[in-house]
Structures are given as C-alpha cells and as structure tokens.
C-alpha cells in the first residue's frame, strides 16, 4: 500500500514536470497517412483538427527564380515553394512527417533543408542534400511543440540563407492552439545588394557587405511591399490576431514591435512561455516568436523593426489595415488643438472663428502655415523641405506636388502611403493623417506652396472641404 502510493506519487511529480511538452516518443500512435497543407506568406494553414497523429508527407520545391525586392528593384532568390519565405509548414507534436525535398531541373546549384524542429543529426541537412532535377526523402518525428524556422544549410551556408532560403514550421501542442480569429506568417529577413537601398535594376547578391553584416534592405516577407498597399494584412475590430514571427536573418536580430498594438500574448522565442503584455519581442535570426492581440479600435497597425532606421531606410514596415467601429474611451484621437506659448506661460485655444478671420489674406495663411510646418511636417520632411532620399519625399519642387492640389491636400488630410514617384524618385513609406483642422491643412499647403521654388497656390479651408476624407485611414481625426 504504502509502495503503492509512493510510486502514485512519483508518476505524478514526473507527470507535471514532463506533462506540458511530453516528449515521449511512445505516447503516441500513428493512423494513417495525409499529405500537409502548404501555404505561401502571408498566409498560414488552418489548424489541425484531428485529434490523433499521422504520417505526414510534406513536399517542399526548392526554386530559384528572380522577383522584386522593392520597386523596380529584382534580385535572384533561391526559395522554398517559390517564395520569401518559404512554404509555411504546420504539423502536429508527435506526427511523423515523411519530408520530400525536390530541386526542381532549373536550379543551378544545390541544396538542402535544416528543419529546427527535427532532432537528429543537421535538423535534416545531410539527408536532404539534393542536386538540381533530384529528390531526397528523410523522416523524422516531431517531438518538440513550437515554432521553429527552417533554412538551406549547402555551403556557403551565409549566402543560401541571404538569398531567402528559409521559411517557418509550426508543430502545434498535443491538444492545438487556442483558437484565433486571423492568423498570419511575417518572417523578416536582411538582404545585401551591390546596388545601394532603391537603386533601379537588377541587383547581384554583394558578399562583402554579408561578411560586414551591412544589410542594403531589412524586409519583412522577402520585399518592402509583401505588406503594404493592397498587401496589407486585414483585420476587423473586436479579432484576435496570431502573427507567426520568424526571422530568417542570416545576420539581424529582430526587435518586433507593432505600433499602435500590444502583445497580450507572447509565446517567447516560439516556445511554450506564454508571457503578457509585451511591446517589443526580440526574434533571434534563426528564431520565432507567435504574438497575439485583439485590435480594439480601427487603425492603421504598422509592423516594425524597432532598429528603426531599418524600417525607415531599409523597408522592414508592414501593415495591418484594422477596420470597424470608433471606440473614443479606448481612443479618442486628438481632441484638442491649442497653441501653447510658453513665453505667456498660458495655453491660448484658437478658436475657429479667430482663426479663420487670422488666415484672410494670404501673408497670413503662410504665417500660420510655417508654424504648422515646423510642428507636424519637418520632423519627416525636413525644415528646408527637401525630406530624406530613400525614407521621406522632398516637397521643395515637388512634381507629384504642384502637378495637382487636390491629392496633396487628401494626403494632408487623410495620409498616404503606397508607391510615389516623385521627382523620378520611388517611395514606398507611409505618411500617416495627423488630425489637422481643416484651416491647419490649408495654411501648412499654402506655406509650402509658397517656398522652394513650389507652384504659389493658396489653398483655403473650403477646398480642403471638397477634398473627400477617407474613412479607411485612421492616423488620428
Ligand atoms: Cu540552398
């Protein structure tokens, strides 16, 4: 009896040390055989359903082919599934996953795969190497839930692996994951061209600045536009959102953060430490992370690098285009606009009577204008107006400016983002609304119309007025 309780107890200290990742490879029994569901980014496959573990077969094409790294921009990837990243790859702890790699005849070199979730000798590496037109098979158990990366691992190692070749696979828990309203696949990676960030053309792979560890381009999901325009990710509020995170490096750590967000679920490093009410979460190259968070209010997210001149000058921003209902307790946006003149040692409201009776004449608009300018537009654009090459489009002689009114006031009044070319040059940032009156926005115009060379207009609040707001771009009100 008391041997008996005793050894009870022991099974259950055992139990509960080993019971959240039950590594035991005799617990489970394989039923029958499926093949796996692929995705490309964005985009994850649905969660597993069945309850029990099978033979997975997994197929994966290594294809080398060149795309657009930004605009105007190509570059020779090598990829898994024809993408950057790879196919996103989603099984079940205890499945046995029967993995086909195939290198299809086009390739010029050879390759092979380092799965971070198989245990075994190179996470598969050796097994899988496969010359162009070839086909390797290899095996493995998955022992371990969590998110792991996969990359090529063919030497040289560094250059595979700069060229795109990696990708994320999810080994969901014995008993799932809690069930998400969106789920999507972000992977960031660093790039290294010979041509400088948006220099036109093709552009070869530079070695020397991959050994220096200086990145031409930080991007997530393998191009500064994969999320951003009509690639935007999509949500609605009141949704959970699940981001499988990966970094594929080969050199950067990551510093994710979405602006306007906070995590309410981290699972750290991809792993099973659940942990809450994150801003930032680091992603090791060659690591994950799977963040959550409900979007309660209707904004543009803007998913980041905080390393933030990577995101400003080398293209690691993204989008998530939240649409729905205000809810002004959780945020108002600006609700007051108040000159503050510390010299007086008051806060004087402008009214906007007085103000409209201030802006009559055109002296004054420009007056109040710069005023606007330097509060709201310099920071990004410069004092002298003519912003930063790559990051912030000059407005000092302006074409896309001075060619047509209309559109620069809705990008004052409702931001912009998306392709611009302007002066010949390619931008790709996002300019966000920043709630100004309508005197404001027809003031700050006139003041820059009215500098560097620009056309002279006068805008006043009325054509603001004609100028339609849009309700999609919620940068403030
Ligand atoms: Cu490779």
Request: net charge neutral; hydrophobic share 35%; proline share 7%.
């Given at each position: 009896?008391?041997?008996?309780?005793?050894?009870?107890?022991?099974?259950?200290?055992?139990?509960?040390?080993?019971?959240?990742?039950?590594?035991?490879?005799?617990?489970?029994?394989?039923?029958?055989?499926?093949?796996?569901?692929?995705?490309?980014?964005?985009?994850?496959?649905?969660?597993?359903?069945?309850?029990?573990?099978?033979?997975?077969?997994?197929?994966?094409?290594?294809?080398?082919?060149?795309?657009?790294?930004?605009?105007?921009?190509?570059?020779?990837?090598?990829?898994?599934?024809?993408?950057?990243?790879?196919?996103?790859?989603?099984?079940?702890?205890?499945?046995?996953?029967?993995?086909?790699?195939?290198?299809?005849?086009?390739?010029?070199?050879?390759?092979?795969?380092?799965?971070?979730?198989?245990?075994?000798?190179?996470?598969?590496?050796?097994?899988?190497?496969?010359?162009?037109?070839h086909e390797s098979v290899f095996s493995f158990k998955a022992l371990n839930a969590g998110l792991y990366v996969y990359h090529c691992a063919t030497a040289p190692v560094g250059m595979h692996i700069a060229n795109g070749m990696y990708g994320l696979i999810l080994v969901e828990p014995k008993n799932g994951l809690p069930k998400v309203d969106r789920e999507y696949y972000v992977m960031q990676g660093d790039f290294y061209t010979k041509g400088k960030f948006g220099i036109q053309g093709y552009q070869p792979f530079d070695m020397e600045k991959a050994i220096d560890e200086k990145p031409t381009y930080v991007v997530f999901n393998g191009s500064t536009m994969s999320l951003t325009g009509d690639n935007a990710l999509k949500a609605k509020v009141g949704e959970t959102v699940r981001l499988f995170v990966g970094n594929g490096g080969p050199n950067l750590v990551s510093s994710f953060h979405v602006i306007g967000e906070i995590f309410d679920n981290v699972y750290r490093e991809g792993g099973s430490q659940l942990d809450h009410n994150i801003q930032t979460t680091l992603v090791p190259a060659g690591g994950a992370a799977i963040v959550e968070y409900k979007v309660e209010v209707p904004s543009n997210l803007i998913l980041v690098d905080h390393s933030i001149f990577r995101t400003f000058n080398k293209g690691s921003l993204g989008l998530m285009k939240v649409e729905g209902a205000e809810n002004k307790e959780v945020y108002s946006g600006k609700t007051a606009d108040n000159v503050y003149l510390p010299e007086g040692g008051a806060i004087q409201k402008i009214n906007e009577s007085e103000q409209i009776s201030k802006a009559l004449n055109v002296e004054d608009q420009i007056k109040l204008g710069k005023n606007v300018f330097v509060k709201n537009c310099a920071a990004c654009h410069q004092l002298d107006g003519k912003g930063v090459k790559g990051a912030f489009p000059p407005l000092a002689a302006s074409d896309w400016l001075n060619q047509d009114q209309k559109r620069a006031i809705s990008a004052v009044k409702n931001g912009l983002s998306g392709n611009l070319k302007v002066n010949g040059e390619v931008y790709n940032g996002v300019m966000p609304a920043l709630g100004l009156s309508r005197e404001d926005i027809a003031n700050v115009l006139t003041y820059v119309y009215s500098e560097w060379g620009n056309s002279k207009k006068v805008i006043k609040p009325s054509d603001v007025d004609a100028v339609p707001a849009k309700a999609s771009d919620n940068g403030g009100h």
């Open positions: 009896m008391y041997k008996w309780v005793v050894g009870t107890a022991i099974l259950a200290l055992l139990a509960g040390c080993f019971g959240d990742n039950s590594n035991s490879v005799m617990s489970s029994e394989i039923k029958g055989q499926e093949d796996a569901v692929l995705t490309a980014p964005p985009n994850v496959p649905p969660p597993i359903s069945r309850k029990h573990n099978t033979k997975l077969i997994v197929k994966l094409d290594v294809i080398e082919k060149k795309m657009n790294i930004s605009e105007g921009v190509e570059y020779t990837f090598w990829t898994f599934g024809g993408t950057v990243p790879g196919s996103f790859i989603r099984i079940k702890e205890g499945d046995q996953v029967e993995f086909h790699l195939r290198n299809h005849p086009t390739s010029k070199m050879p390759h092979n795969i380092d799965l971070h979730a198989v245990t075994g000798q190179g996470g598969g590496a050796g097994a899988s190497f496969t010359l162009p037109g």
